[in-house]
């Protein structure tokens, strides 16, 4: 599938809504970590999964165009021993190590999209933050967005990992993806939960 190329959402943002409406902090989903990485001592052999650093990459650079603090947010849904940290906690370390980023707040304690809101809402409505770029990608967004307005947040969708080809090669016509077609199912019976849910 062929999507278009995203928006410099700053940009617009910035240059078309009046001071009173602009977003205030940027939160960032986490994605997924993974467990044993050998090669990353440094974060405790542990590392982003592709979704995450595509998603910390995309706030990084969010934040040096907008000077915004940013929110991370993810727990461990997935810990399986004392050892394993936060994902949050990890995008946090490499946000700082590899992006030169700080972190403003990690919220490190949920385990679903809609403890990511729920969360995040609370801890920002603390500081009377109420307006965010919300950063995950383009496939989670329409779900993400949602849930965050439920929590009364107002959200400046910033998605990202689009794919735009001009022209098909070969490998287009490769049958299956089990990654793509996982990413499409979890988010249709996602959306198909909160719809029910909340």
Known sequence: MVWP???DIPSIQ?????????PQAIVVLGGGRRRGALESSTYGYQDLS??????????AKLAQQTHLPILITGGMPDQVSQQDQAEAKVMAQVLKEEFHQETQWVEDQSATTQENAAFS?????QQGI????LVTHFWHM????????????QVVAAPHGFENSDALTPLDFYPGNIYKTRQ????????????IRY
């Open 14 to 22: 910035m240059s078309q809504v009046s001071q009173s409406q602009q």
């Open 142 to 153: 329409p779900r993400a967005q949602k849930i965050f307005e439920k929590e009364g947040l």
């Open 50 to 59: 592709k979704d995450s650093l595509e998603r910390v990459r995309y706030a």
């Open 184 to 195: 499409i199912w979890h988010e249709v019976m996602g959306m198909f939960w909160y719809s």
């Open 130 to 133: 109420t307006r965010i770029f």
């Open 121 to 125: 809402a609370r801890l920002l409505k």
């Open 5 to 7: 190329a995203p928006l």
